[in-house]
């Protein structure tokens, strides 16, 4: 994984969840972490509202290798809410510069 300096882009991520990386497929992927103040729901899930959000990027490439490592787990640990989005190979490479 690559944490980006910046990402400029679309915002259409989709939101997944700690049950759900396991059904992520082969690709290229931008994951925004989001951190934040939960104002309701259940904070040692980290879910709910958040409000004073400051969000990170990361490039990574999906495969076996990275699917059965911890370094998309432990990554995840540390935002209330983990956001990806699919890219071409061509972006991928443009943002691996």
Do not use: A, P, Q, W
């Amino acid at each position: 994984m690559k944490k980006l300096k910046k990402y400029i882009g679309e915002s259409n991520f989709i939101t997944i969840f700690e049950n759900g990386i396991h059904l992520i497929k082969d690709g290229y992927y931008i994951l925004r972490g989001d951190k934040g103040s939960v104002i309701s729901g259940d904070e040692k899930k980290n879910d709910g509202i958040l409000i004073k959000i400051n969000s990170d990027y990361y490039l990574f490439e999906m495969n076996e290798n990275f699917r059965n490592s911890n370094v998309l787990h432990d990554n995840l640990m540390k935002y209330n809410r983990i956001n990806l989005k699919h890219i071409s190979k061509e972006e991928y490479d443009n943002y691996s510069m």
